[in-house]
């Protein structure tokens, strides 16, 4: 069965025996002075697998990673570099968020990278805990802990950019159905008003013999007139009032 550790890697026996086929999570691994670091690259959208790089620190201090050749801590430095290009993105993202998909989509991004910083500065604080005189590990750790601090803050930002995009969208659907019923309300009150005069028109104006046709013409067509608006006025004074916007 192959392992994860390149096979000509003079590592511990100890180190291979603890590892398989697949690297697994972000971890450190010591023994006999040799230091292996087990990170995760930066996570990518839609993919649940991750790749894990390792960087083996030599008891001399000299440091070996895979994927590269160079024997300093370089690598691990670019690697967490990495994710600092990865913040930048994200925060240029955030500046740009206007509408609540694009908060949304932000916080479910920021999530993983946020999951794999945390874990990959606390790997870099247990690193640094071995080896004490490593003054360069320090300060990759020193960034990793940076790189943590700004996605929890964009992670946080987006959380509420979305939070607020979601009451500002409730408080705008609620504005616009007040708004829906204080017009449904006023034809309400044109309908009440003229709902009389408009039966009473309408039963009039049929070609049928009333006797009315010609009875004390023209005041009983203002009399008609004046009852049915007062008639109107009365429906429309029994409709419930409007309710003021809370």
């Known amino acids: 069965m192959s392992n994860v550790i390149p096979h000509n890697w003079d590592v511990p026996q100890i180190f291979r025996s603890r590892l398989g086929t697949h690297a697994g999570r ?5 023994a006999d002075g040799h230091l292996l670091v087990i990170l995760h690259d930066v996570p990518k959208a839609e993919v649940t697998d991750r790749t894990a790089r390792l960087f083996w620190r030599k008891p001399d201090g000299t440091w070996k990673s895979s994927g590269s050749s160079v024997t300093t801590i370089a690598a691990l430095r670019t690697h967490v570099e990495e994710f600092s290009a990865a913040v930048d993105a ?18 479910h991004d920021s999530a993983p990278l946020l999951r794999t910083a945390r874990n990959m500065t606390s790997v870099l604080q247990e690193a640094r805990e071995i080896a004490k005189t490593d003054a360069a590990l320090i300060a990759v750790r020193d960034a990793g802990q940076d790189i943590e601090r700004a996605v929890e803050l964009i992670h946080g930002h987006a959380r509420s950019g979305l939070d607020y995009s979601i009451a500002k969208n409730t408080e705008d659907n609620a504005l616009n159905s007040q708004h829906v019923l204080e017009s449904g309300h006023r034809l309400n009150l044109i309908a009440a008003t003229f709902l009389p ?10 070609n049928l ?9 023209p005041w009983a067509f203002w009399a008609f007139a004046a009852a049915a608006f007062l008639l109107g006025f009365i429906i429309r004074a029994s409709l ?4 003021p916007p809370s």
Not at 95 to 103: I, N
Not at 197 to 206: D, F, K, N, P, S
Not at 209 to 217: M, P, S
């Open 240 to 243: 419930p009032k409007s309710s």
């Open 26 to 30: 972000q971890r450190v691994m010591n």
């Open 197 to 206: 005069i408009t039966a009473l028109g309408t039963v009039l104006g049929m």
């Open 209 to 217: 013999e009333h006797g009315l046709e010609h009875w004390q013409a």
């Open 90 to 107: 994200m925060e240029s993202r955030a500046a740009a968020a206007k509408r609540a998909s694009d908060w949304f989509e932000l916080l």
